[in-house]
């Protein structure tokens, strides 16, 4: 761990050094290069992961696709939003928006008398161990990321933001990312401020937004796979995934005869909460993916990335 965090640190500052650095001057931004070089560190990330899409997953969904691929425009789109999220674009964007915002008011907080609590020094010894610190956080985030996820599926507003990540009828690794930017903004909200109220250090938080976002582009991947019946049940796979996409299935119930809001499969990289709150479906199907609505009454949600942005902002007002 420590070399390979020796590693990446090198790489980090080559990078600042060579083209971020440089590329602030010119901008005229010298009085954020601390920030800048935070940001350098999402670059890297978001570079080594968009490798690892196209030189292992890209293959597999050329081998091993669950269905041939319709509307590669539509798939074009979801690399654009790959793109502006992890090549730190998006959080260039929160940066100069809501940054300064989030940091007053977690000052404020602190001046109040919040104290600065680190979940992982409750267990004496643990902060001292990498590894055990790392997998506590990683599993108190993806509890946080499941109830996120299942208020996304049960508010009748938030669904009309999330709807749009939902409505990709050809899934593949791109997918993960298509997001309405107000949907991602909240989100990044509550994931930030988690991580400052329990402790999360700078290098962990990239490392465990790093790890949780290949690891979705892996499960969004047009892969026909699964784990085998223990190991559907320790990490989310593409299949049970899917079934979380599957039309009619994974974003709907049935209560008292009527379709609600709901479904099925929340969890995001572990099933476990899914398993202990009912909501996991480990059918061995790979069935088609989209919206009912859009499938059977041809609701429209969008073509083009500022289309789609658009239409889930008049969905949010009720007018579409």
């Given at each position: 761990?420590?070399?390979?965090t020796?590693?990446?640190?090198?790489?980090q500052q080559?990078?600042?050094?060579?083209?971020?650095?440089?590329?602030?001057?010119?901008?005229?931004l010298s009085n954020?290069?601390?920030m800048a070089y935070?940001?350098?560190?999402?670059?890297l990330?978001?570079?080594i992961q968009?490798?690892?899409?196209?030189?292992?997953?890209a293959p597999?969904?050329?081998l091993?696709?669950?269905?041939p691929?319709?509307?590669?425009?539509a798939?074009?789109?979801?690399?654009?939003?790959t793109l502006?999220?992890r090549?730190g674009l998006?959080k260039?964007?929160?940066?100069?928006?809501?940054?300064?915002l989030f940091?007053q008011?977690?000052g404020?907080?602190?001046?109040?008398?919040?104290?600065?609590w680190?979940?992982d020094?409750?267990w004496?010894?643990?902060?001292?161990h990498?590894?055990v610190?790392f997998?506590i956080y990683?599993?108190?985030?993806?509890f946080?990321?499941?109830?996120?996820?299942r208020?996304?599926?049960?508010?009748?507003?938030?669904?009309?933001l999330?709807a749009l990540?939902?409505?990709?009828?050809?899934?593949s690794?791109?997918?993960d990312n298509r997001?309405h930017?107000?949907?991602s903004?909240?989100?990044?909200?509550?994931?930030?401020a988690v991580?400052a109220l329990?402790?999360?250090?700078?290098?962990q938080?990239?490392a465990?937004?790093a790890?949780?976002q290949?690891?979705?582009?892996?499960?969004?991947?047009?892969l026909r796979?699964w784990?085998?019946?223990w190991?559907?049940r320790?990490?989310?796979s593409?299949?049970f995934h899917?079934?979380?996409?599957?039309?009619?299935i994974g974003?709907e119930s049935?209560q008292?005869?009527?379709t609600?809001l709901?479904?099925c499969?929340?969890?995001?990289?572990?099933?476990?909460w899914d398993?202990?709150?009912?909501?996991a479906?480990?059918?061995l199907?790979y069935d088609?993916?989209g919206?009912r609505?859009?499938v059977?009454?041809g609701r429209?949600y969008?073509?083009?990335?500022?289309?789609?942005q658009?239409l889930?902002i008049?969905?949010?007002?009720?007018?579409?």
């Amino acid at each position: 761990m420590d070399a390979l965090t020796d590693l990446f640190a090198q790489a980090q500052q080559w990078l600042f050094e060579a083209v971020v650095q440089p590329l602030a001057v010119w901008a005229g931004l010298s009085n954020i290069l601390e920030m800048a070089y935070e940001g350098t560190g999402w670059l890297l990330v978001g570079l080594i992961q968009i490798a690892v899409m196209l030189v292992l997953l890209a293959p597999m969904e050329r081998l091993w696709p669950v269905a041939p691929v319709h509307d590669r425009a539509a798939v074009r789109v979801d690399v654009i939003y790959t793109l502006l999220h992890r090549l730190g674009l998006f959080k260039l964007g929160m940066f100069f928006t809501l940054d300064a915002l989030f940091e007053q008011g977690l000052g404020w907080l602190r001046a109040q008398g919040l104290p600065t609590w680190h979940l992982d020094q409750v267990w004496p010894g643990v902060s001292d161990h990498g590894l055990v610190s790392f997998v506590i956080y990683l599993v108190v985030f993806d509890f946080i990321n499941y109830l996120i996820h299942r208020a996304q599926h049960q508010s009748d507003r938030w669904w009309a933001l999330h709807a749009l990540h939902h409505a990709q009828r050809d899934m593949s690794m791109w997918t993960d990312n298509r997001n309405h930017l107000l949907d991602s903004v909240l989100t990044s909200l509550i994931f930030s401020a988690v991580a400052a109220l329990i402790g999360v250090g700078p290098g962990q938080f990239v490392a465990l937004i790093a790890l949780g976002q290949l690891s979705e582009s892996f499960q969004h991947a047009n892969l026909r796979c699964w784990f085998g019946p223990w190991g559907e049940r320790l990490w989310v796979s593409p299949r049970f995934h899917r079934r979380h996409h599957s039309i009619g299935i994974g974003h709907e119930s049935l209560q008292h005869n009527r379709t609600v809001l709901g479904g099925c499969n929340f969890g995001v990289l572990l099933p476990w909460w899914d398993m202990l709150f009912g909501t996991a479906n480990f059918e061995l199907r790979y069935d088609p993916t989209g919206i009912r609505d859009q499938v059977e009454q041809g609701r429209d949600y969008g073509s083009s990335f500022w289309a789609q942005q658009w239409l889930g902002i008049l969905r949010l007002m009720g007018r579409a």
